[in-house]
């Protein structure tokens, strides 16, 4: 399992348990977290990417988010460098923002996934894709600053005037250089 995306689908997925239990109970989300998710298909993490895709904020997005944590995580279908180079907002300075900055990372993060799973999946291929995640990953970056006017992450800032330039395809490919 690959570490850091085990963690955030951890995370990700004991939210819904945590609603559930105040809902239903401590007993009945403590079955329902026992039990092992199986994993997506390709036509189900598709459509939960067209979710995040049309509405990251969305109702429905909770769950498409689960579904692309869940498949990138575990399908053999797709693969992830996730690292410094891939994924910045992760590695960066956390501090500066606390624990709400870490809301807006994860949530990055799992915009990333979804736009470099799409690309694998459309290529018929499982290689790492950062371009095609850093464009989703900004356009979510987007989304989020017209709900909170006073986000700013330094790492999306740098993306963002890199795109600008036209440098990320360039940058993609340095980052899977090893």
Request: proline fraction near 4%; hydrophobic fraction near 50%; include cysteine.
């Amino acid at each position: 399992m690959k570490p850091v995306l085990s963690l955030l689908l951890a995370c990700s997925l004991l939210v819904p348990v945590a609603h559930a239990a105040d809902e239903a109970g401590a007993a009945s989300s403590v079955a329902t977290a026992s039990v092992p998710a199986a994993l997506p298909g390709m036509d189900a993490v598709k459509q939960a990417i067209a979710v995040l895709e049309k509405d990251f904020l969305g109702a429905e997005a909770s769950a498409a988010a689960n579904t692309v944590m869940q498949f990138a995580n575990d399908s053999k279908d797709v693969s992830f460098q996730i690292s410094a180079k891939t994924t910045p907002w992760l590695f960066g300075d956390a501090k500066s923002g606390g624990a709400e900055d870490d809301v807006y990372r994860q949530m990055l993060l799992v915009a990333y996934l979804a736009g470099n799973t799409r690309a694998q999946l459309a290529a018929g291929k499982a290689v790492d894709s950062p371009l095609a995640g850093w464009e989703f990953a900004l356009k979510t970056y987007a989304t989020l600053q017209q709900a909170n006017a006073k986000l700013k992450l330094a790492e999306l800032e740098t993306l963002k005037a890199q795109q600008a330039k036209g440098q990320l395809p360039a940058m993609a490919k340095k980052a899977l250089q090893k």
